[in-house]
Structures are given as structure tokens and as C-alpha cells.
């Protein structure tokens, strides 16, 4: 469900905004094809076809509606505005022109299967006077996939890793490609010292599905949705401290 913003009455992202969004394209095309097989059955001699094409007219005119209100254009529009009427509120924060992902956090955070195609709704803030930045990823599969685009939150930060790669699942998926990076399981080494404090302090944060991962001197947690300016504080308050318990 949307939320709204007190101070301005406007309605802001959900909570699960990006599967609401990605959802607009099937669900339309499910319910039209069952209303046109409800329709092809209810109906009788020459009134068949002309409420099969009803039905359909309307399914294609009220997924495009979908599409407008609420599909992955519009909810970009209502995170961007969210975050700048946030930004506004938050010293030193400032929200950026969308482009191109850092290579470095793609590389570290990136999901086996997937591109990055943009980085966008970017906000740049510090969290205790440590710079941490925060956008929404636009995924599209690797060629010979038919998946459609994905979004993913993502929030990270500069940290003294040194050599080290390591990963913190958060929440628990069958479906390795949501949020793991693709170098999991054959890129990682042995756990440091601090693992186990990151771990713990990880062990606090709630949050959906999302992987937290260490390496290249930096700290990036990629998240399966979620994009609330509250969320990404709590995501970027966790950031910092792992940042910290990493030198």
C-alpha cells in the first residue's frame, strides 16, 4: 500500500512498491484472459464474440490505466519525489540525476543473471557524518532471458575492507538470483575477525529479503524492495556501523 507523507498529504511508495509495480503487466493480462474465457462461455450465439472483444477492450484499456497509476514509471516518479521532499528534511542530503551505477558496487553486489540497465531516484546523504549513497538498481536479464526488468534497493557506503569478500544473507530465499551476488560461493574468503559482530549486528536490522556485502573497500546492501526514505535510513544506519566494525 501507498504512504503518505504528513507534512504534504501526497502519497508516497509502499513498502513492497517494486513488486506492486512489476505485478501491473501480468496480473492485467491474467484477469483479461479469464475474463474473455468467462465471457466466451456465459455468452450465446452472436453476443459471444462481441463480449469476448468487451472484455478484452477493456482488459487491454485497464492495464494500460495500471500501467499509468501505478506500474515501474510512475512508481519511479513517486520514490524521486519522496526522496527529494526527504532529502529536504536531512542536512547535507541531496538527490542526483539518475545514471550509471558505480562499476565497483555492481561488481560486489550484483545478482547472477542480471545488468544493471540505470541507477535512479540517487541520494546522497551522510549518516554521522559518514557519506552514504542510496538508489534504486533497474535490472534487465542477461540476453537469452525473457524475465522481465526488476528493481532493487540499494544502499552503501566506503569502509576499509582491504582484501577481504565476504557476504551477510538477510531474510532467507530457495531463489539464489533475487539478491545474491553472483560471485557467491566461489569468490568469497576466509571470514575475517569481524564477521562475527557484522553478523550480529545484522541479527538487529529487519528488513526484507536482501544480501549485505563486503569487499573492495566498500559496503553494499542490496535489497529485494522497499524504497521508504525511512527504510533507507534504518539500511543506511546498518551500513555505517558494519562500516565501522570492518577497519
Same mark, same amino acid.
Given at each position: 500500500m501507498p504512504s503518505a507523507d504528513p507534512g504534504?498529504?501526497?502519497?508516497?511508495?509502499?513498502?513492497?512498491?517494486?513488486?506492486?509495480?512489476?505485478?501491473?503487466?501480468?496480473?492485467?493480462a491474467v484477469a483479461t484472459i479469464a475474463g474473455c474465457a468467462?465471457?466466451?462461455?456465459?455468452?450465446?450465439?452472436?453476443?459471444?464474440?462481441?463480449?469476448?472483444v468487451a472484455v478484452l477492450v477493456a482488459g487491454v484499456l485497464g492495464g494500460l490505466l495500471?500501467?499509468?497509476?501505478?506500474?515501474?514509471? *510512475?512508481?519511479?516518479?513517486?520514490v524521486a519525489s519522496a526522496r527529494a521532499? @526527504?532529502?529536504?528534511?536531512?542536512?547535507g542530503a541531496a538527490l542526483e540525476h539518475d545514471g550509471a551505477a558505480d562499476p565497483r558496487d555492481v561488481a560486489l553486489a550484483l545478482p547472477r543473471g542480471w545488468q544493471v540497465e540505470a541507477a535512479r531516484g540517487r541520494l546522497r546523504f551522510a549518516v554521522a557524518s559518514v557519506p552514504v549513497r542510496s538508489e534504486t538498481w533497474?535490472?534487465?536479464a542477461v540476453p537469452g532471458s525473457r524475465r522481465a526488468r526488476v528493481r532493487r534497493e540499494v544502499v552503501a557506503a566506503s569502509?576499509?575492507?582491504?582484501a577481504v569478500r565476504v557476504r551477510v544473507p538477510i531474510g532467507s530465499t530457495a531463489d539464489s538470483m533475487l539478491?545474491?551476488?553472483?560471485?557467491?560461493?566461489?569468490?568469497?574468503?576466509?571470514?575475517? *575477525? @569481524?564477521?562475527? *559482530?557484522?553478523?550480529?549486528?545484522?541479527?538487529?536490522?529487519?528488513?526484507?529479503?536482501?544480501?549485505?556485502?563486503?569487499g573492495d573497500d566498500r559496503v553494499v546492501?542490496?535489497?529485494?524492495?522497499?524504497?521508504?526514505?525511512?527504510?533507507?535510513?534504518?539500511?543506511?544506519?546498518?551500513?555505517r556501523d558494519v562500516a565501522a566494525l570492518v577497519r
Open positions: 504534504s498529504g501526497a502519497v508516497g511508495p509502499g513498502r513492497r512498491a517494486w513488486t506492486a509495480a512489476g505485478a501491473a503487466v501480468p496480473v492485467s468467462a465471457a466466451a462461455g456465459l455468452a450465446r450465439g452472436t453476443a459471444q464474440p462481441v463480449a469476448v495500471w500501467q499509468r497509476v501505478a506500474g515501474p514509471e *510512475a512508481t519511479h516518479r513517486r521532499a @526527504w532529502a529536504r528534511t536531512w542536512g533497474v535490472l534487465r569502509a576499509s575492507t582491504g539478491v545474491t551476488p553472483a560471485w557467491a560461493g566461489r569468490g568469497e574468503t576466509p571470514d575475517p *575477525a @569481524w564477521l562475527a *559482530a557484522v553478523r550480529e549486528r545484522v541479527a538487529r536490522h529487519e528488513d526484507l529479503l536482501a544480501a549485505l556485502t563486503i546492501l542490496l535489497a529485494l524492495d522497499d524504497p521508504r526514505p525511512a527504510t533507507t535510513v534504518a539500511r543506511a544506519n546498518l551500513v
